[in-house]
């Protein structure tokens, strides 16, 4: 990178508009808005000692941000040792070094910090953040496919209704809305819910529980919250199973499954895939055009579940892992 032409500084909130332009230059089908950028970031700084550093690279004559970079530690898989990173530029200054210089400072922040690795992921179809990646030192560990179904010739008809047979076996099935979104005894059972249900969800290194704090802003306090859009299964005032979904603020036409978990000693009653089913419906009748969700590579259950409801991927993500070698204890 020329120092007369570009300099790194330290992320500024208004520096959210150019990372939500640069996302759209780079990948427009998927990129967040300023809100969701702004609301993810807060997430990640509820937790003290948590690592949230953020780098904005700019053109030295105007100040116009063309790339930035990021090393955190989100909530989902927490590791004190361990982070996420993530660089991107604009593409009109892609081959210019800012990569990775940006990337050289932030591995080096997770250095003094004795990290012992860092993970992070690319578009598979984004050969030059494939091989960026390549460069660095990462290798390939697992892939998450984003699906889509288009809600208008969604056909359910391999979907059972399992209404009738989950309320004989005593579950009432119900909404957060209708339960009461605000209801702090609503929250806490979500809450054990959702702690419970993902603890063996693949990932990334090894499950961190969320703080009750994070888990209200992640599911609560997101910009593309529905409350009538979250389905819940009850077993008297316990919540045993729930299926949301989210608005994408960029695309009014599209929603996506934000989270799908039943409690250990209810699975094998087709729980999940009955309030997906009634999410599923529900969007359709509420007209927006298209549903979305993640898959990761190493859940093939609920893929094959995704599948049977017409979802087809549509984008591959490839996370990599690069170990850094720190062995002592931090000091």
Known sequence: MSPSEYSIRPFVDV????????????????????????HWDEILNL????????????????????GYGSL????FNYDPRRFWIWVAVAPGHRRRGIGAELYSRLEGEARARRGLGLWSDAREEDLAGVQFLDRQGFQIRRKIWLSRVDLATMD???????SASLTRDGFRLSTLAEEGATSTEVRQSLYGLSQRSAADIPRLGAFHALSFEEFVALHFESPGFMAE????????????????????????????????GTLPECRGRG????????????ARQEGFRFLVTGNDSMNRPILAINQRFGFRPETVWIQGEKPLGNLTAPG
């Open 15 to 38: 520096d959210f508009d150019a990372e939500a332009r640069i996302d759209r230059e780079i990948d427009p089908a998927h990129a967040p808005t300023v809100e969701e950028l702004r």
């Open 47 to 66: 937790e003290r000692g948590r690592t949230n550093i953020r780098l904005a690279a700019e053109i030295q004559s105007t100040g116009e941000v063309v």
């Open 72 to 75: 955190a530690q989100p909530a």
């Open 156 to 162: 359910l008809s391999a979907i059972p209704d399992r």
């Open 229 to 260: 859009g979250t389905f819940l299964a009850c077993k008297g005032r316990e919540i045993v199973g729930m299926s949301s979904l989210e608005r994408e603020l960029a695309r009014p036409d599209t929603v996506h499954i934000g989270y799908t």
């Open 271 to 282: 729980i999940g895939t009955e309030l997906k089913r009634r999410a599923a419906l529900f």
